[in-house]
């Protein structure tokens, strides 16, 4: 799977093509993983859609001084199936640095998303300035990227911390910004909100999400030593 284009996998178990081990340097708080803490190898997720009916499977690893999410989406929405692929890599501080998504229902389209040193995007080759403030792409149809400002924010119990992200639609991957916010309520748990809308996220030992609200729920969680 290259940086240039989308190359879809002839099958789910050809989704990642370089495994390897997810390692941080990082340290914030001792035991806890918003520290940035070292990722035991790769890391997979399976989840299930509750809110409509979805299977995905999600894997990350560590990649160019950073992290890689690459995940494979099945989605059945307003009577139609879809078939969405996503690739997002970030930083070793979680830090979206470029992502490719992918929608298939018969037809096929894509969207290319870049975020410069600078901070500004860029949408298949157009600046999207709109996007400026954001930090975190977010997907539309998946938990797995709600992992990136978990990560990032390193939060505290407190007050919510806002963190508005480039929000990528789904079946028409238009992106927008979408303001909302994290607030951790205990050690593993977080408290999503983006307008009247709010979910509990339940997280692992290293931020993916297991349980969020009755959208998704994790039915397999492996990977690590």
Not at 15 to 28: C, E, F, G, K, P
Not at 36 to 54: E, T
Not at 132 to 159: F, K, M, Q
């Amino acid at each position: 799977m290259g940086r240039g284009g989308f190359e879809p996998p002839k099958a789910l178990g050809q989704l990642i093509y370089s495994q390897s081990r997810l390692t941080t340097s990082v340290s914030a708080r001792p035991d806890d993983f918003t520290d940035n803490r070292w990722v035991p190898n790769r890391r997979f997720v399976l989840w299930q859609g509750l809110a409509s009916p979805s299977l995905e499977r999600m894997i990350m690893t560590e990649s160019e001084g950073g992290f890689e999410l690459a995940g494979i989406i099945i989605q059945a929405a307003a009577g139609t199936s879809y078939v969405a692929r996503y690739f997002v890599h970030v930083d070793g501080g979680w830090r979206t640095l470029d992502a490719m998504i992918e929608v298939e229902n018969g037809t096929r389209r894509s969207v290319s998303l870049t975020r410069t040193p600078s901070g500004q995007w860029v949408c298949d080759g157009r600046a999207m300035p709109a996007l400026h403030d954001c930090v975190d792409v977010d997907l539309e149809w998946t938990p797995a990227t709600n992992t990136l400002p978990i990560r990032r924010l390193s939060l505290d119990a407190g007050g919510p911390r806002e963190a508005t992200a480039a929000w990528v639609r789904f079946p028409s991957l238009m992106v927008e910004p979408l303001v909302q916010s994290y607030e951790r309520l205990g050690r593993r748990r977080y408290r999503y909100r983006s307008g009247a809308f709010s979910a509990d996220l339940e997280v692992d030992d290293d931020g993916l999400v297991l349980q969020y609200g009755t959208n998704w729920q994790a039915v397999a969680v492996g990977g690590g030593s």
